[in-house]
Nanobody
Framework: QVQLVESGGGLVQAGGSLRLSCAAS????????MGWYRQAPGKQRESVAR???????NYADSVKGRFTISRDNARNLVYLQMNSLKPEDTAVYYC????????????WGQGTQVTVSS
């Protein structure tokens, strides 16, 4: 089993910055991908950014150039640095871990609220 705990959400004005953190614990395999998803009210959950255990990254088009995902493998941490925030970034942000070969295990954190005021 794996546990994911997010932190760092909050209220920020448009143009501001926040950094989200996710701490993973438990049985984490060497092959994995950690990512951030978000879900705004009335909308489907969407992928924001992902980083593999090989440090390959990808981003949603809506956040490219503004958000940066990174990880600390030694401490099983993943970060999402969010700059130039916009009101449309308002959502609950969830940490995700796809674990093992073929990403056969899928884990989610409890979510952290990010609210961007205009």
């Amino acid at each position: 089993q794996v546990q994911l705990v997010e932190s760092g959400g909050g209220l920020v004005q448009a143009g501001g910055s926040l950094r989200l953190s996710c701490a993973a614990s438990g049985r984490i395999f060497g092959i994995n991908a950690m990512g951030w998803y978000r879900q705004a009210p009335g909308k489907q959950r969407e992928s924001v950014a992902r980083i593999t255990s090989g440090d390959s990254t990808n981003y949603a088009d809506s956040v490219k150039g503004r958000f940066t995902i990174s990880r600390d493998n030694a401490r099983n941490l993943v970060y999402l640095q969010m700059n130039s925030l916009k009101p449309e970034d308002t959502a609950v942000y969830y940490c995700n871990l796809k674990n093992g070969l073929g990403y056969r295990e899928d884990y989610w954190g409890q979510g952290t609220q990010v609210t961007v005021s205009s």
